[in-house]
């Protein structure tokens, strides 16, 4: 686990996304609950989960007072190939190292439906794809 500026940082590396622009998405999910808010020395801990709906902020919302709303929806989006597998705790899990992943793909398209594939890499080295949609954002 991460602080909430460290993961700032990270998700800002990894992302290709300037540091500012994440830092304003994580200011509105502490803001709306989402992440934990530290005061002080009482610096608290992100989790994988909260980190996963950072990315999906990062990802999908065009406006930082929109993080909240957007990272929810990614996170309840359901698994067209498994289900009972929601997006949200198969990219925490692939964060939190539970889950080995060779590739997270995200995507919205033009009419504001999202989709995602997560390539998993399973034990004897194995793939396998688990897929998820939502129509509008909705799962």
Same mark, same amino acid.
């Given at each position: 686990? =991460?602080?909430?500026?460290? %993961?700032?940082? !990270? ?12 830092? *304003?998405?994580? /200011? #509105?999910?502490?803001? +709306?609950?989402?992440?934990? !808010?530290?005061?002080?020395?009482? !610096? ?7 980190? *996963?709906?950072?990315? $999906?902020?990062?990802? $999908? +919302? #065009? /406006? ?6 957007? *990272? ?19 990219? *925490? ?12 793909? %995200? ?7 999202? +989709? =995602?594939?997560?390539?998993? !890499?399973?034990?004897?080295? #194995? #793939?396998?794809?688990?897929? $998820?949609?939502?129509?509008?954002? /909705?799962?």
């Amino acid at each position: 686990m =991460a602080t909430a500026n460290q %993961l700032v940082k !990270i998700v800002s590396y990894l992302t290709g996304e300037r540091r500012n622009r994440v830092n *304003a998405l994580a /200011r #509105e999910m502490i803001n +709306s609950g989402l992440l934990p !808010i530290s005061v002080g020395r009482d !610096i608290k801990q992100v989790p994988t989960s909260s980190a *996963a709906l950072l990315l $999906f902020a990062v990802a $999908f +919302s #065009e /406006r930082a007072a929109d993080a909240s709303t957007v *990272a929810k929806k990614m996170r309840g989006i359901p698994c067209t190939t498994d289900p009972g597998k929601r997006l949200g705790d198969v990219v *925490a899990a692939v964060l939190s190292g539970k889950l080995a992943a060779s590739q997270v793909d %995200l995507h919205r398209d033009s009419t504001g439906s999202y +989709s =995602a594939t997560v390539r998993l !890499i399973l034990p004897g080295g #194995e #793939e396998s794809q688990l897929h $998820f949609s939502a129509k509008n954002g /909705r799962g």
